[in-house]
């Protein structure tokens, strides 16, 4: 699934990703520019982030969880 971030910068908007998913633990995802910030626990099977171009904030509290 790749980040877009079309309707806002949380992660857990289905709109901000290609796929119209907010992804899971069997999600590969690439946020290849724009800010990412989760606000609750989030998972994915993995993650690549553009870092001339992107950003990902885990919000106080919460975590993401990669599992490769």
Known sequence: ?????NVDNTWENAGNWSCNIVPDRYTDVVIPSGNATINSNAECRSIRV????AQVTVGTGH???VAH
Do not use: D, E
Request: charged share 0%; glycine share 8%.
């Open 63 to 65: 975590n993401l969880l």
């Open 1 to 5: 699934s790749i980040w877009n971030g």
């Open 50 to 53: 553009n870092v001339n171009a």
